[in-house]
């Protein structure tokens, strides 16, 4: 097991999380533990990191270099967030940071199956022990449900081209290894420049997003957050797509909103209260520097949010 410790934004979001040396932290995304250790060195012997995951690996890997009683690791998906401070008998928290997406581990790990570079077997499970795996998606849903998910969640204009590729081939004997997948994929985008990367990154993304239920999960864990977090406490979001960078955004707005009601009321009857406020109206990029030493941080967006 190696993991990068590297985290993308690291700077930038440990200091949007604005860290009191006392207070209580969640990092919702645990990984390679990158942001865990950057905010346990800057907290005092009452502080504490609550870090969660739902891979074993990652899991394991924060057993292994995180020797701290302040830090606490927790197994369970980041949406279930107020369910784990329920747990640790912890009512308010003084920041979550979340890094959304796969980590650079499960992409490196080719028996992971996250990789179209790699030959290995379809999987791209977060969580190993449960759930479908990409062989179910690509083998078992239908040609316009693998069209739908690879042109919502990946945004290829090619998905009918690729979902009936997939669909012929597999009748001809099962898909089962990310190679063969992603030739599928390559021979039915029409041959042209590839711009923006590998023909198959686009619907390998859509494919790992419909795996593990990562949309849908966001904006509930987020809230989730907002309903736990202290006055005057932060709430930073690392996202690497549009989609995902969205919910983040319109999430943010809706807790900040102070009325749901149509505009054409006359008078406000929801009577919602914001519970947050939001910090970066724009989302913060990475530097020049870390462009230039990590591409995976390229697409990185990182937006905040402050309780109140």
Avoid: W
Avoid at 115 to 141: F, Q
Avoid at 214 to 238: N, P, Y
């Amino acid at each position: 097991m190696e993991f990068k410790h590297y985290s993308v934004l690291a700077k930038e979001s440990i200091e949007a999380l604005d860290i009191k040396a006392d207070g209580v932290y969640v990092d919702c995304t645990l990984g390679g533990a990158g942001h865990t250790r950057l905010i346990l060195s800057r907290l005092g012997e009452k502080g504490r990191v609550i870090g969660i995951d739902r891979d074993n690996d990652a899991l394991a890997n924060a057993a292994e270099i995180i020797k701290d009683p302040r830090f606490t690791a927790v197994k369970s998906n980041y949406e279930d967030v107020a369910t784990v401070l329920d747990g640790l008998s912890i009512e308010k928290a003084d920041g979550f940071i979340f890094d959304l997406g796969v980590s650079s581990y499960q992409l490196d790990t080719p028996e992971r199956g996250f990789s179209y570079i790699n030959d290995a077997p379809l999987d791209m499970r977060m969580d190993t022990s449960s759930g479908i795996t990409a062989y179910d998606v690509v083998n078992t849903y239908s040609e316009s449900a693998l069209a739908k998910i690879i042109f919502e969640y990946g945004e290829d204009k090619f998905s009918r081209r690729i979902a009936s590729r997939i669909v012929r081939e597999r009748e001809e004997s099962p898909i089962t290894t990310t190679g063969r997948l992603a030739e599928i994929i390559s021979l039915a985008v029409p041959k042209q420049p590839k711009v923006g990367g590998h023909p198959a990154k686009r619907a390998f993304q859509a494919i790992r997003i419909e795996v593990n239920g990562e949309l849908s999960s966001v904006g509930k864990a987020i809230e989730s957050a907002a309903g736990r977090l202290k006055v005057g406490g932060r709430i930073a979001v690392i996202s690497f797509h549009s989609l995902e960078d969205r919910i983040v955004k319109n999430t943010f707005a809706t807790l900040a909103s102070p009325c749901t009601c149509p505009k054409d009321f006359p008078i406000c009857v929801c009577n919602k209260v914001p519970t947050v406020k939001i910090v970066t109206r724009h989302p913060i990029l990475p530097s020049e520097e870390e462009l230039s030493e990590n591409s995976r941080s390229h697409s990185a967006k990182l937006r905040v949010a402050e309780g109140i």
